[in-house]
């Protein structure tokens, strides 16, 4: 079955560092992926998307690239800030014939200034 | 306004009782998803619906019913609440068309069951 693993968090960064969230999945045929963000309090939002393999995915300043040989997505911001702190969710749907997202577990993201 | 809402926001009820969460979409998606979001399982997948009068079972659909008669509404019914049902619920809805699989959540229901 397909399935979603992120690297387990809480992370705490400094404002302005480097943001990696790692991401890899398992799926039958050629899955679209997601992230989503979480504010606290509220519900999920899209971030970015993918839908074939090499494509990036960005917005608000972070990308992701579908790397279909290392069955990855990871997610990465050049500077993060304060009001990104969230938890991040990354998704995939596997396509036509399916009806659900598959999420992984959520990586909580606190930036300190 | 435009979107996707739940009613109410917060509910606390006691265990034996009959609560039902309200979903409304207004975009006329096909699709309309309930999840919960509990510490430690992420999201997990109640019921979903592909069309109006038309639903089916997700990952942990047992103690709760849905109903779809209009295209718009999604409610979800606990019939009987336990504790093990205290959570954060969330709908969503996509649309049935082309390739674009993404979800739109609403903005949650804190459901506390004392």
């Known amino acids: 079955g397909n399935s979603v693993t992120q690297m387990e968090g809480p992370v705490t960064l400094s404002e302005e560092a480097f943001l990696t969230i790692n991401c890899t999945y398992t799926?039958?045929?050629?899955?679209?992926l997601f992230w989503y963000v979480q504010y606290p309090g509220e519900g999920l939002q899209l971030l970015l998307k993918?839908?074939?393999?090499?494509d990036k995915g960005s917005n608000k300043g972070f990308e992701a690239t579908y790397r279909k040989e290392t069955t990855s997505f990871h997610l990465e911001k050049g500077s993060v800030q304060v009001s990104d702190s969230a938890v991040y969710f990354c998704?995939?749907?596997?396509?036509?014939?399916?009806?659900?997202?598959?999420f992984g577990k959520g990586t909580k993201l606190s930036v300190i200034p | 306004d435009a979107g996707i809402t739940q009613s109410p926001r917060y509910k606390i009820t006691e265990t034996g009782r009959q609560v039902t969460l309200m979903c409304h979409q207004t975009?006329?998606?096909?699709?309309m998803f309930w999840y919960r979001q509990d510490l430690g399982h992420g999201l997990r997948l109640i019921y979903y619906?592909?069309?109006?009068?038309?639903?089916d079972k997700g990952e942990v659909p047992d103690g709760y019913v849905v109903s779809r008669s209009k295209t718009e509404n999604f409610p979800l019914t606990l019939e009987s609440a336990t504790r093990s049902q205290t959570s954060v619920y969330f709908c969503?809805?996509?649309?049935?068309?082309?390739?674009?699989?993404?979800?739109?959540f609403g903005p949650g229901t804190r459901l506390t069951v004392t």
């Open positions: 619906s592909a069309a109006a009068d038309i639903t």
């Open positions: 993918a839908t074939k393999a090499d």
């Open positions: 969503a809805s996509r649309g049935g068309g082309g390739h674009s699989y993404e979800q739109y």
């Open positions: 799926a039958t045929g050629y899955p679209s």
């Open positions: 975009w006329s998606h096909s699709y």
């Open positions: 998704a995939l749907h596997s396509g036509a014939g399916s009806y659900q997202l598959t």
